[in-house]
């Protein structure tokens, strides 16, 4: 194995260093499109899968010595090293398991364009991706029924997670648009926002619970609770505390942290934990037995939620579409 990735006996894996970097600094997001191809890319998620530059070779049907040169053109083009050899053969560098993540997207990316230019071509509809948020997804799946009834061929994917994670989706370009908020955001005027609606605000328990049935329950009898929590920083998370801080009480320091609905609701189901819960999506799990909504005045409301898409993107007809829908229900 000592000559697999390297016939000619260059050293420079080992004489790299433990980062795997060559020079200084990583060459420029122009000098890396410009150099890499397609085939090194999928050359890299064979040498992955396979474990040996001979089968990956085999797998890409290319000869050995071309796959070791396709490899150090990557590497090159990257600046840094992306596999090491080992008595098993050949393990990807921490660098080069991160290489091979974004290749497996963007072989992922290619075959979605390839579906979607056929889709368009046979005249069965485009794709479209969309991020929301918890509190916006009953409002989110009433539009997109309507927008399957004009476009009852279309692909449709959705990703349900809190907007700051959805914001990192819309910067990749794996989402076209996302239905939360772009404040989150250190930088929110990369991002166009157009605001939809407000997002009323509930505290749940279980069906169980021994306030469930109470009539009134005073933000008090619960400061002594075990929560589930968004995390900190996050909209819904500082809107609790305030209201906490509103009543003169002290912050629950004893807190679960999720944005899974799941997850949140069989805690409840387990426990006497209460949780903040936007008041549709609580709706839809009370009028199913799946837990209590709790009667407590609350002062203040949480900021509204729009529609985000990058400045610098062009949108299919398709987004557009969508988002006329989009305005049209709010």
């Not at 001979?54 to 071309?66: D, F, L, S």
């Not at 990807?92 to 990316?109: F, H, K, M």
């Not at 809107?239 to 009543?247: A, P, Q, T, V, Y």
Request: proline share 4%; aromatic share 4%.
């Amino acid at each position: 194995m000592s000559n697999e990735l390297n016939s000619s006996g260059d050293n420079r894996l080992e004489e790299d260093g433990p980062a795997g970097v060559a020079g200084d600094a990583l060459p420029s997001v122009g000098s890396i499109v410009s150099r890499l191809r397609f085939r090194q890319v999928a050359l890299l998620t064979a040498l992955d899968e396979q474990g040996s530059l001979h089968k990956a070779a085999e797998v890409m049907h290319m000869t050995q010595p071309a796959a070791t040169k396709a490899l150090h053109e990557m590497e090159d083009a990257l600046g840094v090293t992306l596999f090491d050899r080992s008595p098993r053969g050949i393990e990807a560098t921490e660098l080069g398991r991160c290489v091979i993540r974004y290749a497996r997207l963007i072989q992922s990316d290619v075959a979605n364009l390839r579906e979607e230019l056929q889709n368009m071509i046979s005249g069965r509809g485009g794709r479209l991706s969309i991020g929301t948020i918890m509190g916006a997804a009953p409002f989110v799946t009433r539009a997109l029924s309507r927008l399957r009834e004009i476009q009852p061929d279309v692909s449709i994917e959705i990703s349900e997670d809190t907007s700051a994670r959805q914001l990192l989706l819309l910067d990749q370009g794996r989402i076209d648009l996302m239905i939360g908020r772009s404040s989150v955001s250190s930088q929110p005027n990369l991002y166009h926002y157009e605001m939809l609606r407000g997002e009323p605000m509930c505290i749940v328990s279980g069906i169980d619970h021994p306030l469930a049935t109470a009539q009134k329950v005073r933000l008090q009898e619960l400061a002594g609770a075990s929560w589930i929590l968004y995390s900190s920083n996050m909209p819904m998370r500082i809107w609790i505390e305030h209201e906490f801080k509103l009543e003169g009480l002290k912050v629950p320091g004893n807190v679960i942290e999720t944005a899974s609905p799941f997850v949140t609701i069989t805690l409840l189901a387990q426990s006497n934990m209460v949780a903040v819960m936007p008041l549709d999506i609580a709706h839809f799990f009370a009028a199913r037995q799946m837990l209590g909504i709790l009667p407590v005045n609350l002062k203040t409301r949480i900021e509204h939620y729009g529609i985000v898409t990058r400045k610098n993107s062009t949108l299919s007809s398709l987004a557009k579409m969508f988002i006329q829908i989009l305005r049209q229900q709010n």
